[in-house]
């Protein structure tokens, strides 16, 4: 990341083991209980899996470039329109309690780069939430939102 650039960086502890936070995020049913709405595969290191989300209506082509379990995830897309790269990053940190940290980083430092950003934070923010809601109670909280539900505040 240069000066020039932007990142996403966005933090939080889940009272689960590493190991289930992690096939949480690789496993493409358990990540489509709180993340996406379809995975075409797993993440696995080289690969390029298809993920769909109903709730904006759109998909996105993931290039995983690392996978080291249960600690590191990183891969290439272009989920906000440009080209950035995401690193997940989990730590075992107690008996049973992992600290996850996802980055994103990889748009210009201007308005749009900015709002790209704060939409991305907004998401990974979502993300872990989700996957707390998802791990400790099977509760699927993007279930039945579509995409035609969000911009109610907007002005017509």
């Known amino acids: 990341m240069t000066p020039e650039e932007i990142r996403v960086d966005v933090e939080d502890v889940i009272l689960k083991p590493i190991g289930e936070v992690f096939g949480a995020i690789v496993d493409p049913g358990k990540l489509a209980g709180f993340f996406v709405s379809s995975a075409s595969g797993p993440i696995r290191e080289g690969e390029t899996v298809q993920w ?69 934070t907004q998401g990974w923010t979502d993300f872990l939430c989700s996957m707390k809601a998802f791990l400790y109670c099977g509760i699927k909280l993007r279930a039945g939102i579509t995409s035609d539900m969000y911009g109610a505040f907007e002005e017509e």
């Open 52 to 120: 769909s989300f109903a709730d904006s209506g759109a998909g996105v082509e993931v290039a995983v470039i690392e996978v080291d379990e249960p600690r590191r995830i990183v891969f290439a897309w272009e989920a906000s329109g440009v080209p950035t790269q995401v690193e997940i990053l989990l730590k075992a940190i107690g008996d049973g309690v992992t600290a996850v940290r996802v980055t994103e980083d990889g748009w210009e430092m201007d308005e749009e780069g900015v709002l790209c950003a704060l939409g991305q």
